[in-house]
């Protein structure tokens, strides 16, 4: 490449696309080159060698390079597609991680908890939003969707809020994933 060298061009095409696969595919390899290349960003470094076995590697590294790049994107996608789904959904939602405690809750459950944002949820147990009366039946479907990882049928209870205020409703749980961990979703309908 007149004018520039390998590490040069990566460092250009990161400064426009941070996520783009990009392979150094160079004649004039070290362990420093290397170390270079992906210190700047390069996805795999490939020193030249001779014999067509090289571009069959070669190939392969292009190939699961594309791979990787097409499933991180789809995967994104899908999280904003889902969190735009949650974000606006009327009804209070909030999500539980597998030792039950809060991952996520919408607007609407912030506001159903008389919570001043999510901060004051997040980390807090399922538990602790239901009336003492409620908890070990919670406890009890809670690790049977998680175990079983299918969804559980409504249910009452007393959801208790953060200032203490009970109120009735009908909890729907489903197991699922959120950012690649196991969730429990519990949909509360009043």
Same mark, same amino acid.
């Given at each position: 490449?007149?004018?520039?060298?390998?590490?040069?061009?990566?460092?250009? !095409?990161?400064?426009?696309?941070?996520?783009?696969?990009?392979?150094?595919?160079?004649?004039?390899?070290?362990?420093? !080159?290397?170390? /270079?290349?992906? &210190?700047?960003?390069?996805?795999?470094?490939?020193?030249?060698?001779?014999?067509? /076995?090289?571009?069959? *590697?070669?190939?392969?590294?292009?190939?699961? @390079?594309?791979?990787?790049?097409r499933?991180?994107?789809?995967?994104?996608?899908?999280?904003?597609?889902?969190?735009?789904?949650?974000?606006?959904?009327?009804?209070?939602? *909030?999500l =539980?991680?597998?030792?039950?405690?809060? !991952?996520? @809750?919408?607007?609407?459950? !912030?506001? =159903? *908890?008389?919570?001043?944002?999510?901060a /004051? *949820?997040?980390?807090?147990? =399922?538990?602790?939003?239901?009336?003492?009366?409620?908890?070990?039946?919670?406890?009890?479907?809670?690790?049977?969707?998680? &175990?079983?990882?299918?969804?559980?049928?409504?249910?009452?209870?007393?959801?208790?809020?953060?200032?203490?205020?009970?109120k009735?409703?009908?909890?729907?749980?489903?197991?699922?994933?959120?950012?690649?961990?196991?969730?429990?979703?519990?949909?509360?309908?009043?």
């Amino acid at each position: 490449m007149p004018g520039k060298n390998g590490i040069e061009f990566l460092k250009s !095409v990161r400064s426009k696309w941070s996520e783009l696969p990009f392979i150094l595919y160079t004649g004039k390899g070290s362990e420093e !080159v290397a170390s /270079d290349a992906i &210190s700047a960003g390069a996805t795999d470094y490939i020193q030249k060698e001779s014999g067509a /076995d090289h571009y069959t *590697l070669l190939s392969n590294r292009i190939r699961n @390079a594309v791979e990787h790049y097409r499933a991180k994107t789809t995967a994104q996608r899908t999280d904003e597609r889902y969190h735009n789904l949650i974000d606006t959904a009327p009804i209070p939602i *909030l999500l =539980f991680d597998e030792d039950g405690k809060s !991952v996520y @809750a919408n607007e609407a459950a !912030v506001t =159903f *908890l008389n919570a001043t944002s999510y901060a /004051d *949820l997040e980390n807090e147990p =399922f538990t602790h939003f239901l009336h003492p009366d409620d908890q070990e039946t919670a406890t009890e479907r809670f690790q049977t969707l998680m &175990s079983e990882e299918e969804h559980a049928p409504e249910i009452e209870y007393q959801v208790r809020t953060l200032d203490g205020e009970l109120k009735r409703a009908t909890v729907s749980t489903a197991y699922g994933y959120y950012r690649g961990e196991k969730v429990a979703q519990a949909m509360i309908h009043y």
